[in-house]
């Protein structure tokens, strides 16, 4: 019979106005965000972007210069990390070596001082969890990478923390490894029901294991959203440029209607996009639109942007073919699914890309990393 | 002109060889065949194990041999309670103040054995700059310091230290902080990651020093010889004595030859130790 887990369900953590500053350095600044209960929150960013250090603040390892951090209700900015009680997976899994796997997974339930008698059922349990069930009296030194991370796994919950951290965990292993643990890590946070803070660089990973992400670039928090809604709705050229590919196309704008603004570009080629901001008339701005947006159609009855140009590089890649078009100043990308009705063009032939209003995203020209 | 250039791998040996010749010879002419000389000298012509017979079946050699093996295991014990948390702390402070502490620890090896040693004999003798300082009180300590096993023991685990410290420290120095952070973050207070996580991952590193500062302590001859009384005659001053007034070298050699078999015994454990040290690093 399969047991049902007794991780509690998980707490929801607000971080408030948080800022990290060493020196004159900033590491994080004004980081404000509401962590549901069994969300499955990543933390995205290049590196050095603050990413690390906000998790370091959330686990209790570095103490925020302002702000503050509420578990469940309660601030615990100020508390130690033994005295908070989250749990969390390092990037090196720091599986303790002279102990076994058995007693790793102990480790948390020992220094609570639980009688053993309870500790033996519930280290199975985890153990069972992980598919580690087997390799109990192991030494972490004769396991595989992803089963260490198991082991580092099941030593985190075991004492069923409201919160679970994440640093980088997928980092070391290899893609097809990685791959599989992204999957058990979201089946295990979805069945355990698991308040998650996963922090990682790798944007593939954040979209498609999170329910929200947060994207930061230097030490800012510069947007947060549903996968979806960064990929799709990005508020800034910095999310654009980030996640996935984009055409950049910088303007100024001519006109302006509710949500939708008019964009005059290099060679007098104008379009029309989709904005969350409000602009002037004669504001610079820059627009972003994802290759894959653009089709070759001639005659879409949504697509209402239209530029022409010519074929500079074909890239056939199986499903997909990636062209380049230059025209008037403007060089753009295009990926296009490949049909054997259309063909491949070749390099030098006239070429028309046209896209809808709602997928060209406007922002600020000047703007790099300004919150939405 | 060859066409071969030199760099071929038997060239490469060829001249690596050539470059240790010097070392090799010198250790062959002035170490490995004197002491060759001295084993041999240590068997007698007739009953050849004589001098080793008496050795062993005699209460007062025997009795040096335990008092030379108690009184470095006493010391290493002392040098081990002394160096762990000098070492400790070496680990975990910044880059900088760990490098000044360092050429403290050093710094006594810039001096020789002997001055410090007589160091020693002023600063606790019975007329020493200690028990001067309590006679202005009027106090005067129950016990001597120098002339007795307290005097070697002192003298010995000054030496010595710095031996234990600074293996300790290299040993702790490979131990990954995010083993005791991960332990915090387990919830271990500072004393459970402490005895939970650090010391089990020094022990390597505590079997290695202790292994090390033993080791040295059984050949000591100056500080016993300096600070010990009359009773406190460990082996190495027992063969000095066979060579200088008994003028018993064969018995010498015999007596070195068997400190030199117990030392190779516990150099063979050290070297054990030292290797599962690496297998207890931070896997990569």
């Known amino acids: 019979m399969a047991a049902k887990p007794r991780v509690n369900g998980g707490s929801e953590l607000v971080l408030e106005d948080l800022c990290k500053t060493y020196g004159s350095v900033v590491a994080v600044e004004n980081f404000t965000a509401t962590v549901a209960a069994g969300e499955f929150f990543t933390i995205l960013g290049p590196s050095g972007s603050g990413k690390t250090t906000t998790m370091l603040m959330v686990a209790g ?46 480790f948390p339930l020992r220094v609570r001082r639980m009688p053993s008698r309870e500790i033996g059922p519930l280290v199975d349990e985890m153990l069972d969890l992980v598919q580690l069930g087997s390799y109990g009296d192991r030494m972490p030194g004769e396991l595989s990478g992803g089963q260490q991370q198991r082991v580092a796994l099941a030593r985190a919950l075991v004492f069923k923390p409201p919160v679970l951290l994440m640093d980088e965990p997928l980092g070391a292993l290899d893609k097809k490894l990685r791959e599989h643990m992204q999957v058990e890590i979201r089946r295990l946070q979805r069945q355990l029901g698991l308040t998650m803070i996963y922090v990682t660089h790798d944007q593939e990973e954040a979209l498609t294991m999170s329910d929200r992400v947060a994207i930061m670039n230097h030490g800012r928090l510069v947007q947060v959203g549903s996968p979806d809604d960064l990929y799709n709705r990005p508020d800034n050229r910095f999310v654009a440029d980030f996640l996935g590919e984009s055409n950049f196309i910088e303007g100024t704008v001519i006109a302006t209607d509710g949500k939708a603004v008019r964009v005059r570009a290099v060679s007098e080629f104008e379009f029309s996009g989709a904005t969350s901001q409000s602009f002037s008339v004669g504001a610079r701005v820059v627009a972003a639109i994802r290759p894959e947006k653009l089709t070759l159609d001639r005659v879409h009855p949504a697509h209402t942007n239209v530029w022409c140009g010519r074929v500079s ?15 008037g100043e403007l060089s753009l990308s295009a990926t296009v699914q490949n049909r054997l009705a259309i063909g491949l063009l070749p390099i030098g032939a006239p070429v028309t890309f046209t896209w809808s209003v709602e997928e060209t995203r406007v922002f600020g020209a000047s703007e790099k990393t300004k919150d939405g | 002109m060859g066409r071969e250039r030199p760099a071929t791998d038997d060239a490469r040996r060829r001249i690596h060889l050539l470059m240790l010749a010097p070392a090799v010879l010198l250790l062959c002419v002035f170490f490995v065949i004197p002491l060759l000389g001295m084993i041999r000298r240590s068997f007698v012509d007739g009953n050849v194990f004589a001098n080793y017979a008496s050795i062993f079946s005699s209460d007062v050699y025997l009795h040096v041999f335990l008092l030379t093996f108690r009184i470095s295991a006493i010391v290493t014990a002392i040098s081990l309670l002394l160096g762990y948390p000098v070492a400790y702390l070496l680990a975990h402070a910044k880059a900088g103040i760990a490098r000044v502490v360092l050429i403290f620890v050093v710094l006594p090896y810039f001096t020789s054995v002997m001055v410090r040693t007589f160091a020693w004999i002023v600063l606790i003798g019975r007329e020493g700059i200690i028990n001067q300082q309590l006679a202005i009180y009027g106090l005067r300590l129950p016990f001597d310091l120098l002339y007795n096993e307290a005097g070697v023991l002192i003298g010995m685990t000054y030496i010595l230290v710095p031996f234990m410290i600074l293996t300790l420290y290299a040993s702790m120095r490979g131990i990954d902080p995010t083993f005791t952070r991960a332990a915090y973050g387990l919830g271990a207070s500072p004393a459970a990651a402490f005895l939970r996580v650090f010391l089990p991952l020094s022990l390597p590193g505590v079997a290695a020093g202790s292994l090390l500062v033993f080791i040295l302590a059984l050949g000591f001859f100056i500080t016993p010889a300096l600070m010990g009384g009359p009773a406190d005659i460990t082996l190495a001053m027992l063969i000095e004595r066979e060579v200088e007034i008994t003028m018993n070298w064969s018995f010498a050699a015999a007596l070195a030859t068997t400190l030199l078999i117990v030392t190779l015994i516990a150099f063979a454990v050290y070297a054990r130790v030292a290797r599962l040290g690496r297998l207890l690093e931070p896997l990569s």
């Open chain 1, 61 to 106: 390892f570095s103490f925020p210069s302002k702000g503050d951090i509420r578990l469940g209700g309660q601030s615990i900015a100020r508390l130690p990390p033994q005295a908070r009680g989250i749990g969390m997976v390092f990037q090196n899994y720091a599986v303790f070596p002279h102990l076994t796997v058995r007693k790793n997974v102990e």
């Open chain 1, 313 to 327: 590089d074909v890239v056939f890649a199986g499903a997909v073919t990636r062209y380049r078009a230059e025209g």
